[in-house]
């Protein structure tokens, strides 16, 4: 029942997305041509590698490439549902894969799936690969964190990981310590009652977890413990090895290609499977990368236009320079073959509402705190904010809430009170909450200089002061990494705030963002236990049951939360980022969902 | 780019005789009237006298407001209204322009000046004292000789955070040695001269010598390098806005409206033009002026 | 070679030592100041972040941290890049050296090429149309700054006359090996070396016309050589020691200069690398990067003045 709920919402939702923003057509029409006799795909990338360890992993740029590499026991579809893909069936209620507490999961795994070099998948390897993403610590550790003794073994792996200045020590320990079957690495709800089937057992229940694990080269996919073993810590760097068992080594995963060579700065290879287990079976022989320098991507969209490479966008990189677009945009033959896609990403403006510290006149949950983060929202025009800035190209005004459009949660256009654009609303505002315009006096808004912040800035300070007569300052931060540092400690009184989602399911966003569970990374402190005390129960409260309910019975919940965040006003809505994706026409079957690109081996390429 | 060869060394003056004043005096009158005579310095001169007006007057009016977005349409071509056009924001070029100026200047002049007061201290302690200063103080300038200045501006930059102030700051590091050792060898030179052993003779202190009487003799010299490092430091300044690193978002700056430029070279190529045209000729009027004051003080070198 | 040639040796290359150590250790202490690091993201901050940072030994004292390198360093192991986990620096930065010596080493011909070929042109026809034009040429040369050039030279020949250079400026991936072909380096190569062409010009120009008015040229016309012998056999052996005088701050100037020019055309050399290094926090580049420009100017000045000292019989040490 649940499971069908979500589907539906999926369709609907990814319709509506192909509806609202103007969709330039591009892959996947194809249609029934005659197949190319060479069938290598050849397109640009940006960025080295930071690392393909599933369990380390954190960036889109290498989810996307190795998403085609690994697998996990459930796989998101080109419409963003769940899939079967190790498994043999997506459990639900009805086909008695969880149980009516919902805190068992009894998951049954294919019995033809092998590694690339030829390993074959035991429940052995879901237990191995998920006890070791939970024991390394990564950054997306907690898409496994409702499975009973979690807590346990990240403790464990703590141990060995905080200790020396080497990373090697902490990969080389966890690797022995699973190795040796040691228990304390074995999250006591996760076991194996045979070969082929793996039940999962959870601390607590959980509406959101077959979403988080079924996140693609993540903390959900199956790795090989004997390529592993070869080097703990760097495996994934080295081309997948052809020996199976305690002979191999490199990038071995699942999946339909398997990385072939990889020179740093320079080029990645990956080649087909032979034999692959799964369906449908790969066309794509070969997929060629080029790794460019991001300064350089006006000349690959030069390069693509030439016939050098047949897609650009693919790989993370949809975010293309605006000339080379605009200019796209206006060539009616080379505009048939331009992908504008919803990213899944909203950006908007954080108050400071939960750092008393920080200080600044949004803070808590007075009627004259909220009555002046209205007014700062109200005079902001988001409409003219996508024209101006984003030729209507690049974003989408964000008035359906902070979920973007296309996926579970969306409350639908216009929606977002405070997506709304009211100059006099917001100027008789701040009459009366500042009326000696002491408390607005000195504001500055804080974000990382680059792409469309600049812009974006730019603009919100032209309407603060247009429609409020506030001059705000801007304060620009060179570098991202610093300002998100300093963000998440509460440090700016408005900052640019964004989130891109990692699984399709509101809990991803909502956890994460704000309440007590997002404590440490919430950028305003709204409903955060320490700074924001009147909310903050109510929030959790209504988040924790939530999060443990079926989606079809959560999403009421979630919508709940919503609202109560707008009438808050928690938040500044500014925009949905929106993927420019070129591709060729002759490709058939390249795409991307709002979460990733379509994957390798759906792709084939026509004769042209 | 701040290296011997931008300014090549210059000889020391000769004296015929008369009174310190007397020398001065008519060095400055020779020093003009060669100048007046040189059409390009003039020329050069006269455009530079433009730039500070429009830098001045860009404080107090530009055609739009310069940082406003949405004044015009994206990447609109140059028209009456908007005679540059208009950038990837459709905010008014011209106007932008017009505020860069004052960037440009800024740093130039405000560079110039850093590595006037650092360079002429520096120049002066270690050709007065010599000995244990002056070793120390030639080792430092030799170990900054031989690092490329643009990457030390670079690290320096990044290190110090946006900020015109920082800029200059970054830049001086990498310029500040021509200057220095410049001072050093006319302070080793004059202070064997008469007048110095006089002055000191009849007990005055060290610091009445230095700036009493070495300084101000070397002062033709000093501003010829001082005019090089002008233009030296607006194209430093020019570079770290092109490489992304220039004075903070929303302001103007050529460097910076150059580099959105090229982005958009396929699509339209005015953004790139005028800043760079405009670079261009302040840079080559700089230069010129340079050479036209350096043969004013001293004819030898002109030929 | 004399024993005060050898002492003079020893002296600058323990001058190179001195420079370099402090060199590496101001950048080292410089890129670990700079806030932010590698590491961070909208998942990986807090207890976590901290957890990473000590892994690396990154929470420590900059001076430890700094012996620790060069403890490392001595045994060969420049360390490993934090952007690209697990990869070894010492090849990525060798590579991207003979990218960027293909393309300094280009300008550098062209710079020395057409600069004294302009200069000698220059002087010889003193007072011409040929003086003027060549000697403002190399005005314009060292004051139009490098980007512009470049701009010029793609707009010029990757866009308009995109037929005749078969789009190998610009529109081409700069590179698709690890070199340039000819048709590929030539706009970079001149872009940056123009720049510096101009020094070349004016300083070989001065230099000649030193030397045509100097005695001995007189007496050698005297005697009754035609005069275009004279010019290049005597004068010209005599204008190349200035401009041999000059090539250590040329070879500074083209690094920098080369900074610019890789980032416009995309090519994958060391000063690309230095740029996307420091805003990436890749400390290990940088501060290796950034040394090693130090040795090579270091040891190629040393090596001009000992070519200097060969050319130029009255200079002894």
Known sequence: MRLSKAKLTGVLMSALGIFAVACGGGGGGGGGGALAAKQILHFPVFQDPKTWDPGKLDAEVDSELVQNVFDNLWRYDNSLNIVPDIASKVPSSSNGGISADGLTYTVSL????????????????VLYSWNRAVALRGPYRSNLSAIDGYTDVVTEGKKFCAKGADPTVCATSVQTALAANDPKFAMKGLTAPDDYSVQIKLATACGWCLAAWSLQASTGSIVDHNAVASDPLNWWSKPAGDSAGAAASGQVGTGAYKMTEYVPKQSIKFKRVANWWGSPKPT??????????ASTMPTAIAAWEQGTYDLDGYGGNSTQPVADILRIKGNSRESKELLLKPKGRTTWVSFNIGYPSTGGPFVGESAAAKGLRKAFTLAVDKSALASTVCHNLLCAPATGGLITKG??????????PLGKFDAPTAKSLLTQYDPDGSKTKNLKYSYNAGGLNDPVATFLQGQWKDNLGISVQLDPHPDASAFIADRLLGKYTMSRDGWQFDYNHPQDWYDNLWGSLAAGSNTSGYADPTGDPTVQPTYDSTLMSADGKPIS????????LAISQQNDVAYLPLYYSVGQFLIHSYLKGAGSTAQADFYWDGISILKH | MATAITAPPLPQQEYAGGTVAREQVSLWVDAWRRLRRNKLALIAVFYLGLLVVMAIVALFWTPYNPNKLGVCDTYATPSGAHPFGCDESGRDSLSRLMV???VSLIVGLGTAFMVLVVGVTVGLVAGFFRGAVDSVISLIINIFYGIPTLLVALVLYTLLGPGLLNIMIAISATVWMDMARLVRGQTLSLREREFVEAARASGARSGKIIFGHIFPNALGPIIVQATFVIPIAILTSAFLSFLGLGVPPPQADWGGMASEGVAAIRFVTHIVMFPSIALSITLLAFNFFGDGLRDAFDPRQKR | MTRGTLIYIGQRIGLIVVTLLVVSFGVFAAVHSIPGNAFISEHLHGQDLKDVLHQFGLDRPIPVQYWDYLRNVVHGDFGQSFVIQGQDITPLVLRELSVSMELGGSAL?????????????AAIRQNTWVDYTLTTFAVIGYSVPSFVIATLGILVFGLWLQDLTGGTVYYKIAWDGTYGTIGELWLPAVALGLYTSGQVTRITRAAMLDVIQQDYIRTARAKGLPSRVVTLRHALRNALVPVTSILGPLVVTIIAGSVIIENIFGIPGLGKEFVRSITAHDYNITVAVFTLYAALIGVANLAVDLVYTAIDPRIRY
């Open chain 1, 110 to 125: 294919r019995h033809d799936v092998k590694f690339s070099n030829g390993d074959a998948l035991t429940s052995k390897d």
């Open chain 2, 100 to 102: 860069g100026t004052q």
């Open chain 3, 109 to 121: 011909i062209i710079t020395v090429g057409m600069g004294m070929l302009f200069g000698v042109l």
């Open chain 1, 284 to 293: 794509l022989t070969e997929v060629d990368l080029d790794i460019k320098d």
């Open chain 1, 553 to 560: 019975e959560a999403l009421s919940l979630y919508k709940q």
């Open chain 1, 407 to 416: 996926l579970i949660g969306y409350l639908g256009d216009g929606s977002d």
